[in-house]
Antibody, heavy 123, light 110 residues
Framework: EVELVESGGGLVQPGGSLRLSCAAT????????MHWVRQAPGQGLVWVAR????????NYADFVRGRFTISRDNVKNTLYLEMNSLRAEDTAVYYC????????????????WGRGTMVTVSS | QSGVTQPPSVSGTPGQRVTISCSGG????????INWYRQFPGAAPKLLIF???ERPSGVPDRFSGSKSGTSASLAISGLQSEDEANYYC???????????FGGGTKVTVL
């Protein structure tokens, strides 16, 4: 079965840290850019970060740059998001998503999504 | 704050055609292909339209997309009750070097 499964969410105090994981199964994980997208309760989707297939190229949304780090382990087929200096406004469901773009399919879309993991930042 | 704007809500009766607009600027909608996602409450989003007007396998042809300049739109024809969901457009923003989503549009079938 082809799927993405996020884990690592939970309750953390402001200023704290958390590490999210996204385990990929059934897909050639090392061939794809991967993304994190978040959604605050009752709000819309917000893109957070992306990472190239070999982890050499990355981009971050301005509001997380310097606080969050995206990384991956292509042996474990797992994407990570290290979150530091967490703020109340980081409270959200965090989704990992696969970027569809390959040499065979030259369109960049989020074509696979996990079910998300909830992060709550509160004292 | 999103640099891409969608109406918060649209509604229609069964069988009607509704459209959702997605308006941005030169650095995002104006210079990027547009993807559309549908999200049901409590579920992950799902790709609905890619590259402005292409449908992934399995998406009914009732859904269509278009883009002109710095605006794009999603049309749903033959509206059905199961189309009630939130719809998001997305574009790559070359100035931000990141993806931007529209604020989302809730479709209600009356």
């Amino acid at each position: 079965e082809v799927e993405l499964v996020e884990s690592g969410g939970g309750l953390v105090q402001p200023g704290g840290s958390l590490r999210l994981s996204c385990a990929a199964t059934g897909l050639n994980f090392q061939n794809y850019w991967m993304h994190w997208v978040r959604q605050a309760p009752g709000q819309g989707l917000v893109w957070v970060a992306r990472l190239s297939p070999y982890g050499t190229d990355f981009n971050y949304a301005d509001f997380v740059r310097g606080r969050f780090t995206i990384s991956r382990d292509n042996v474990k087929n797992t994407l990570y998001l290290e979150m530091n200096s967490l703020r109340a406004e980081d409270t959200a469901v965090y989704y990992c998503a696969r970027d569809s773009q390959t040499s065979q399919f030259p369109f960049s879309t989020f074509d696979m999504w996990g079910r998300g993991t909830m992060v709550t930042v509160s004292s | 704050q999103s640099g891409v704007t969608q109406p918060p809500s649209v509604s229609g009766t069964p069988g009607q055609r509704v459209t959702i607009s997605c308006s941005g600027g030169p650095s995002n909608v104006g210079s990027s292909t547009i993807n559309w996602y549908r999200q049901f409450p409590g579920a992950a989003p799902k790709l609905l339209i890619f590259s402005n007007d292409e449908r992934p396998s399995g998406v009914p042809d009732r859904f269509s997309g278009s883009k002109s300049g710095t605006s794009a739109s999603l049309a749903i024809s033959g509206l059905q009750s199961e189309d009630e969901a939130n719809y998001y457009c997305a574009a790559w923003d070359g100035s931000l070097n990141g993806w931007v989503f529209g604020g989302g549009t809730k479709v209600t079938v009356l």
